[in-house]
């Protein structure tokens, strides 16, 4: 059982594997655990759960396991991470104000629409 819950990522996405590898840590001081949305227990946990089982064939953002069993995925996910990250929480504070989630959601997107160019222009 992890702490606040899983943070799951497309492990076949260099960019994704990149953000992990950089800020798992964070994330794991905050007490989530991280795992790849291929792994097979989270495949079978998200099908059973009846939520996100769709990500796990073509995953097309991050997203974040609760205890409880709910799914938030994207910049959704983004903001309850900040909500657990001391330096994060003002942000997740300007994420309640009216308008500030549809734009972050919108950004959001286009980040994940772009993010395996993202990963080959970044590549050395």
Do not use: K, N
Not at 50 to 56: E, R
Not at 86 to 99: A, I, K, Y
């Amino acid at each position: 059982m992890s702490g606040a819950g899983w943070l799951l990522y497309d492990g076949e996405c260099g960019f994704c594997r990149g953000l992990a590898d950089r800020w798992g840590g964070l994330a794991q001081r905050a007490g989530f655990t991280l795992a790849e949305l291929q792994a097979e227990w989270v495949r079978e946990r998200l099908a059973r759960d009846g939520g996100a089982a769709d990500a796990t064939v073509a995953p097309d953002e991050l997203l974040l396991l609760l205890p409880d069993d709910s799914v938030l995925g994207g910049a959704d996910a983004l903001m309850e991470l900040c909500r657990h990250i001391w330096w994060g929480w003002p942000l997740w504070l300007l994420s309640r104000f009216p308008g500030v989630m549809r734009l972050l959601r919108w950004l959001y997107r286009r980040v994940a629409a772009r993010r395996h160019r993202l990963a080959t222009s970044a590549a050395p």
